[in-house]
C-alpha cells in the first residue's frame, strides 16, 4: 500500500460538464500518473508530474488537464466531459523499490460515466 | 515510441495446472524494465513480477517466473500450480527511458477452471 487515494470512487456526469479527479499520496513521492484503462486497449498514460508544477503529457492527453500545486495532490481536469471519456481512471506513483529501478504503484480507480 | 504486445486476449487454464501468458515489446531504449501486472474484479493493479532489462537471469516470484528473450524481445509469464485466485486479467508492462511512465500491453484475461 502506497497510501495513494482518488476522489471520487464513482461518478457520473453529463456531456460538456466539467470534472475533477483527485489523485492524493501521502508518502511525499515525485512521480505521480494519471491513466485511463479502456476494454480493449489496457491503460493508456494521459499525463503525468515529476515534480510540484513540473507536469507532461503522455499518450492521450487531449481533452484533459492536469495541475499539481503541492507534492500529495494531483488532479486531473475534463474541461468538458465527453462521451469518449466515459473510462476506468487510475492514479499511480512511482518509488524507488530496489537498487536501481522505480516501481509504480496505483490508485484504487475512479469509475466515470458520462451520458 | 515504445510497443507492448500480448496476442492472448483470454486464456484458460485448469486448477493445479500450469498456463504461459505471452507478451512482446518493442522499445529503442537500452535500460528498461519489465513488468507483469494483475488486475483482479476489485479493480486494484497489483505488481507481480518485474525484469530488469540487464539482468540475464529470468526473475522468479513463488508460483510465478518469467522467460524473457531479449534479442526476440519477448517476456512471458509463467503461472505453475494455478490457483482460483490467479483468475484476474493480467498486463504486461514496459518502462524505459526517463521519467519512469509504463506502456501497457492490452491485457490477458485469465480463468481459472476448478
Known amino acids: 500500500d502506497a497510501g495513494i487515494t482518488q476522489s471520487p470512487r464513482h461518478k457520473v456526469t453529463e456531456t460538456g460538464t466539467p470534472v475533477t479527479l483527485r489523485c492524493h499520496q501521502t508518502e511525499n513521492h515525485r512521480y505521480m500518473y494519471w491513466y485511463r484503462q479502456d476494454p480493449g486497449h489496457g491503460l493508456r498514460l494521459i499525463h503525468y508530474?515529476?515534480?510540484?508544477?513540473?507536469?507532461d503529457k503522455g499518450e492521450v492527453s487531449d481533452g484533459y488537464s492536469v495541475s499539481r500545486s503541492k507534492t500529495e495532490d494531483f488532479l486531473l481536469t475534463l474541461e468538458s466531459a465527453t462521451s469518449s471519456q466515459t473510462s476506468v481512471y487510475f492514479c499511480a506513483i512511482s518509488r524507488l523499490a530496489g537498487d536501481s529501478y522505480n516501481e509504480q504503484f496505483f490508485g484504487p480507480g475512479t469509475r466515470l460515466t458520462v451520458l | 515510441a515504445q510497443t507492448v504486445t500480448q496476442s492472448q486476449p483470454e486464456m484458460s487454464v485448469q486448477e493445479a495446472e500450469t498456463v504461459t501468458l505471452s507478451c512482446t515489446y518493442d522499445t529503442s531504449e537500452s535500460d528498461y524494465y519489465l513488468f507483469w501486472y494483475k488486475q483482479p474484479p476489485s479493480r486494484q493493479m497489483i505488481l507481480v513480477i518485474r525484469q530488469e532489462a540487464y539482468k540475464q537471469q529470468n526473475a522468479t516470484e513463488n508460483r510465478f517466473s518469467v522467460n524473457f528473450q531479449k534479442a526476440a524481445k519477448s517476456f512471458s509469464l509463467k503461472i505453475s500450480d494455478s490457483q482460483l485466485g490467479d483468475a484476474a486479467m493480467y498486463f504486461c508492462a514496459l518502462s524505459g527511458g526517463s521519467n519512469y511512465k509504463l506502456t501497457f500491453g492490452k491485457g490477458t484475461l485469465l480463468t481459472v477452471n476448478p
Open positions: 508530474s515529476y515534480g510540484v508544477k513540473d507536469t
